[in-house]
């Protein structure tokens, strides 16, 4: 905080000076754009701000750097003075949304937006671009288009990471290979999309901002009042139904006194606050949300653990001593309520080893009442102490507690892997009708206290009945897990929660991330699972296991190379772009348990035109992701209808 104080005697005595200067970004967008500003509406504590609020307002400032970028050609700021212009004007606008006056001090440096000769390859202008870069590289083809389609996003990005990786051979220092990722951010945002840097595609694409819903048009303002004159209408007749039904309940609530139960039912004792109440159709206990505030202390930042799928999750301790996980739900999907519901009938009735189990649930409004009506959302786990396995792989250092927290050994990648496959096969076979996760990764797989796996978040599970399609038009996941299928056309099956475990497994074996750009070794290597295969079929093996793993494999019983090596292949063979060619995960279970062979690697798909026919290099990266001369969606098509009738 004492920073926080020197920061503001320099700004007001630099006051008159930034006066003078004028901002040139017109930063109005900060107010219409629909950004999820959840994560800073808490105030700035004494050890700062989250990281993830200063990369949502550094996201949000990059947008206007765009509009910078297309209007004067710079790819910054053209000095200081500038630059605290700009970031004041940038606050004005997040003070209006009764955010913190000190977001902008916390997180940025007016100096960090300044241009310079130094920050990457010398580029400073549009000019200096076109200089060294060119004008009609992958990035001008493949970002112009709107970037809210899932398969047009992937192909921009992928894009943008092989022109990052020329900026930084041209500069020469892979200390700037940050800087150049923005350079690329802003070019594709600001120069190359044609929807400009404000659209919705391009803000959650490039930019990765959280959006919370589509912005409004500016030229629609008929359309509003048609809207008002008829939410105005839906209003009053929502008046009369709320007075009817405040009446209905009273007259219930009444019932129930003559009848001497609590309001709840004859589950709910009011005299025994702390007395289990079970949630109607299903096995899950019903909270209040006073107990939730007190075994959170509030929901404390104290008590805040991290971000899960839909919400925060806070650790709690119950009023008997239990150490659970509270979820809230501030992320609402397009279903709502329903949705919920949903999360909750499914994960209640789930009973395995390797899953997360639910202990309950709470649906508060605010008027007090705790029932189906309920605007807050609750749903209540068992603590994992352990943590989730993305910190295990990615952030190898300290933990929650504060002690060194070693890498993980090959007995425990092992007993992992087989832990989710275990998990995963309940979900499909264990089960009827079988439930699909849709979102299996790294940060879904959370460890106990015994560092056994257990599989979590279904917040996007679905539940496949027997007759049905298996499309859906609501793809929902995480980008590098999802299935080529899944993402391109909605495909949902058992196979595609299998290509998100192998992208999982390979994770797990390599010890990289499934879309890393400091493990791009070419243009070539976007993903994973392209640079896990390529390396196989060269039958180099042994430079795709984490090298945590090499070097403890010094004792050939701890690190058998020969089994570490077969389920790196299942890995592979999981997370093939072709359905057919993947296995189930009963079979892939069996084959990491050795109970059946691992079939030789096939090939992947190559499309006809790839430069890989030219110049003679037998593997190819996926065509979900490359920057294709024919369309990989027809060519995805047609692979799988020859899968099928072969």
């Not at 990052?164 to 940050?178: A, E, R, V």
């Not at 978040?457 to 027997?466: H, P």
């Not at 430079?543 to 089994?563: Q, R, S, T």
Request: glycine residues 8%; aromatic residues 8%.
């Amino acid at each position: 905080m004492k920073y926080l104080g020197l920061a503001a005697l320099i700004l007001a005595s630099l006051s008159g000076f930034c006066l003078a200067s004028k901002c040139p970004i017109d930063v109005s967008y900060v107010e219409t754009l629909p950004w999820n500003s959840s994560q800073c509406h808490a105030q700035v504590s004494e050890n700062g701000l989250g990281s993830h609020c200063c990369q949502t307002l550094l996201s949000l400032f990059g947008i206007g750097l765009a509009k910078n970028l297309k209007n004067t050609h710079l790819f910054g700021l053209r000095d200081l003075p500038t630059s605290m212009a700009c970031i004041s004007d940038f606050q004005s606008k997040l003070n209006a949304m009764s955010l913190s006056p000190n977001l902008t001090s916390e997180c940025f440096t007016p100096s960090q937006f300044v241009i310079a000769p130094n920050v990457c390859a010398g580029i400073e202008s549009l000019q200096d671009w076109d200089d060294k870069i060119g004008t009609n590289t992958s990035l001008d083809q493949n970002c112009q288009p709107d970037l809210s389609d899932l398969t047009a996003c992937d192909t921009c990005y992928t894009a943008g990471t092989r022109v990052q990786s020329k900026l930084i051979s041209i500069d020469g220092n892979t200390s700037h290979s940050l800087e150049c990722f923005y350079f690329t951010i802003l070019y594709a945002g600001g120069i190359v999309n044609k929807f400009g840097p404000e659209s919705v595609g391009t803000s959650s694409c490039i930019f990765q901002l959280s959006l919370n819903s589509a912005p409004v048009s500016k030229n629609n303002s008929h359309a509003q009042l048609h809207f008002g004159l008829a939410g105005s209408a839906v209003a009053v007749f929502l008046i009369i139904c709320s007075v009817a039904l405040a009446f209905w309940y009273y007259r219930k609530q009444q019932q129930q006194k003559s009848k001497g139960s609590g309001p709840g039912g004859p589950d709910f004792d009011a005299e025994q606050g702390s007395r289990p109440r079970m949630r109607p159709n299903t096995g899950a206990i019903w909270f209040t949300i006073e107990e939730l505030e007190k075994a959170t202390n509030y929901f404390s930042q104290k008590n805040f653990i991290g971000r899960g799928g839909f919400g925060v999750v806070y650790k709690g301790t119950l009023q008997d001593g239990t150490t659970v996980a509270v979820k809230k739900i501030t992320e609402p999907t397009i279903e709502g309520d329903s949705d919920f519901r949903n999360e909750v009938e499914i994960i209640s009735n789930l009973r395995h080893r390797n899953l997360v189990p639910l202990r309950g649930c709470c649906m508060h409004d605010e008027g007090g009442h705790d029932d189906d009506g309920g605007s807050e959302r609750f749903l209540v786990y068992e603590y994992m102490p352990n943590g989730n396995l993305d910190d295990h792989l990615f952030y190898a250092s300290v933990n929650r507690s504060g002690a060194i927290r070693k890498p993980l050994t090959w007995p425990q990648r092992k007993s992992i892997i087989l832990d989710v496959a275990k998990g995963l096969a309940y979900l499909h076979y264990g089960i009827k009708p079988p439930i699909y996760h849709r979102d299996v990764k790294a940060t879904n797989i959370l460890l106990d206290a015994d560092m056994r796996a257990r599989v979590a978040d279904f917040g996007l599970a679905k539940e496949i009945k027997e007759g049905n399609s298996h499309l859906t038009t609501r793809v929902a996941g995480t980008h590098g897990y999802l299935a080529p299928e899944y993402a391109l056309y909605g495909q949902l099956t058992d196979k595609s929660d299998v290509y998100s475990f192998g992208v999982v497994v390979l994770e797990i074996m390599c010890g990289r991330r499934a879309l890393d750009l400091s493990a791009l070794g070419s243009s070539n290597t976007v993903l994973i699972t392209d640079w896990a295969w390529s390396l196989v079929k060269e039958g180099k093996a042994e430079e795709v296991f984490d090298a945590f793993l090499l070097k403890e494999g010094d004792n050939m019983e701890l690190n058998p190379k020969g089994i570490m090596e077969r389920f790196v292949r299942v890995g592979i063979l999981c997370a093939h772009v072709m359905v057919a060619l993947r296995p189930t995960i009963s079979d892939a279970l069996k084959m990491l348990e050795g109970d059946i062979e691992v079939p030789p690697i096939p090939d992947r798909p190559m499309p006809l035109g790839h430069p890989s026919f030219r110049d003679g290099n037998p593997f190819s990266i996926s065509p979900v992701l490359s920057g294709l001369q024919l369309n990989s969606i027809e060519m995805l098509r047609a692979h799988w209808a020859n899968s099928i009738r072969d």
